[in-house]
C-alpha cells in the first residue's frame, strides 16, 4: 500500500511539475549533415518534433504506418521551414516482416544514422495481438522499437556521436512485467498492459546504455509529458463511455499540447550538455529519478535476454 502511494504521489508531483512549469528546450544546436529517423513522426510530439529538427538542418526520416498522413506532415513542414530535407517511408510496428523491410530500406538509402527516435506508440487499446503474435502495446511500444533499434544499431554505431531517444511516460510507475504470461493471457487490462510497456521502454534504455558504453552512442528515455494527442482514443473503449468523455474533455483542458508535449525529446536529442549521459530518464527538460523497478539492473537484463528471444526469428 506504502509504494502504491509513493507511486501516485511521484506521479502527481511530476503532472503538476509539468503542467505549471513545463520547459522549453533552449538550446540552438544545429543539425545540418545530419540523419534523423523518428517513429511515429507523422502526428502529435512525433510531428513536431520532426518540424523542430528539419528546421535545424537535419534530414528527417518519418517512419509511420499511415503514409498519406506523413506525406501531409512533410507538407506541412514544408510552410514552416525553407526547403526541408524530410522524407516519409512506411513503418507498421506491429509487424517485424515490416520493420526488417523498413530498415533494409533505410540501409540501403542512408550512410549515416545520428539519431534514433522510438516515439510511435498505442495507448490503451482494446485486446489484440501483433502481426506475429505478440500483445499489441508491448509489441508494439516495445519490441517493435526493440527490433528496430537492433537492425540499425551497427549505422548508429558507424554514425558517433549519435543517439537513442525512447518516449517512454510516467505511467511506467504502475507497470509489472510477468515474465510468465508475456501476452497477459490471464489478465489483460489496457491501462496495466500500457503501463507495462512503458516500463518496458526504460528497461530497454538503462541496459542498451550499458552495452554501449564507450562507443560514442548515447540513450535516452523520456516523459513527455500528459499531452492532448489522439494516443488516448481508446480510453472510451477501454474502460467506458464515460471516463473516454471525460478524459478528452480533461485533455483538452489540462493537458499540453503536442508542440509543448514535444520539448523533452528535442532536448534529448540536441542538447549539447548530454552528450556525456547516457540511460538516464528525463522529465521537462531535466534528469529525473523513475521508478526503483525502473532502475532495476537485473529487471532490465532479464527484459533484453527475453525480447532477444521473442525478436530472433525476425533476424
Not at 500500500?1 to 509539468?18: D, E, I, N, P
Not at 508491448?138 to 522499437?145: A, M, R, W
Not at 526503483?292 to 521473442?310: G, I, M
Request: proline residues 3%; glycine residues 8%; aromatic residues 10%.
Amino acid at each position: 500500500m506504502f509504494q502504491w502511494f509513493k507511486s501516485f504521489a511521484l506521479g502527481c508531483f511530476v503532472y503538476f511539475r509539468g503542467f505549471l512549469f513545463g520547459r522549453k528546450c533552449h538550446s540552438t544546436a544545429r543539425l545540418n549533415g545530419k540523419t534523423v529517423v523518428i517513429t511515429g513522426g507523422n502526428t502529435g510530439i512525433g510531428k513536431e518534433t520532426a518540424l523542430d529538427l528539419a528546421s535545424r538542418g537535419a534530414k528527417v526520416i518519418i517512419a509511420c504506418r499511415d503514409v498519406q498522413k506523413g506525406y501531409e506532415t512533410v507538407n506541412d513542414i514544408s510552410e514552416k521551414v525553407q526547403k526541408p530535407d524530410v522524407v516519409v517511408k512506411r513503418l507498421d510496428l506491429a509487424s517485424f516482416a515490416s520493420i526488417k523491410s523498413f530498415a533494409q530500406d533505410v540501409l540501403e538509402n542512408e550512410p549515416y544514422i545520428h539519431i534514433l527516435i522510438n516515439n510511435a506508440g498505442v495507448a490503451a487499446c482494446p485486446k489484440s495481438l501483433t502481426e506475429d503474435g505478440y500483445e499489441m502495446q508491448f509489441g508494439v511500444n516495445h519490441l517493435g522499437h526493440f527490433l528496430l533499434t537492433h537492425l540499425l544499431l551497427d549505422r548508429i554505431k558507424a554514425s558517433v556521436p549519435a543517439r537513442i531517444i525512447n518516449v517512454s511516460s510516467i505511467a511506467h510507475i504502475y507497470g509489472h512485467i510477468d515474465f510468465n504470461d508475456i501476452n497477459l493471457n490471464s489478465n489483460y487490462r489496457p491501462i496495466q498492459a500500457y503501463c507495462r510497456s512503458k516500463l518496458a521502454n526504460i528497461l530497454f534504455t538503462r541496459e542498451l546504455a550499458k552495452r554501449l558504453k564507450g562507443s560514442g552512442v548515447t540513450t535516452y528515455c523520456l516523459h513527455p509529458g500528459a499531452i492532448h494527442t489522439g494516443l488516448g482514443q481508446h480510453m472510451g473503449s477501454s474502460i467506458n463511455k464515460f471516463v473516454g468523455q471525460l478524459y478528452e474533455f480533461c485533455s483538452r483542458l489540462l493537458f499540453k499540447s503536442p508542440t509543448k508535449g514535444a520539448q523533452t525529446t528535442i532536448y534529448c536529442a540536441v542538447e549539447e550538455k548530454l552528450a556525456n549521459e547516457s540511460g538516464h530518464y528525463y522529465c521537462d527538460c531535466s534528469v529525473i529519478n523513475p521508478s526503483s523497478k525502473a532502475q532495476d539492473d537485473s529487471l532490465a537484463r532479464q527484459l533484453w535476454d527475453v525480447s532477444e528471444y521473442l525478436i530472433a526469428k525476425a533476424l
